[in-house]
């Protein structure tokens, strides 16, 4: 998955924060509330977003609402899988991510490797189902 645009993350955090479909007009009047932006560059790029497969959209009435179909964090962790996938030395590549990590990051690391079903090397692996 490619990295959002400006306006394409804008919408989308829009999309994410409010957790809801939402009409381009309701996205248009928000940005409108920080920098001007016209409706019908919103649309469009709504509409790239669905060619995209990042959002779906529904009639209603004469307008289109419009969902994301990934949460923040999915598409994050799509951006992370695409950065490791581009690399020929994973291993290096995931040392250095870790090695620049804070202390809390690593820890929510290890809660998610173990949440996952993953161990560490000097771990004992979790117990087999019967």
């Excluded at 990295?3 to 989308?12: K, T, V, Y």
């Excluded at 497969?53 to 969902?67: D, H, I, Q, T």
């Excluded at 079903?117 to 004992?124: K, M, P, R, S, V």
Aim: glycine share 6%; charged share 30%; with cysteine.
């Amino acid at each position: 998955m490619r990295r959002l645009g400006g306006l394409e993350a804008e919408i989308m955090d829009r999309l994410w924060d409010w957790g809801r479909p939402a009409t381009v007009r309701e996205v248009v009047d928000d940005i409108n509330r920080t920098r001007p932006v016209a409706y019908t560059t919103v649309m469009t790029v709504a509409d790239i977003l669905h060619r995209k497969g990042m959002v779906r959209r529904e009639k209603a009435g004469r307008a289109w609402l419009y969902e994301a179909l990934c949460s923040r964090e999915e598409y994050t962790a799509s951006l992370m899988r695409e950065a490791l996938g581009s690399t020929g030395n994973r291993q290096a590549a995931l040392q250095h991510f870790v090695r620049h990590m804070s202390p809390e990051d690593v820890s929510v690391l290890a809660a998610a490797l173990r949440a996952s079903g993953h161990h560490f090397a000097d771990e004992a692996p979790p117990p087999r189902p019967l």
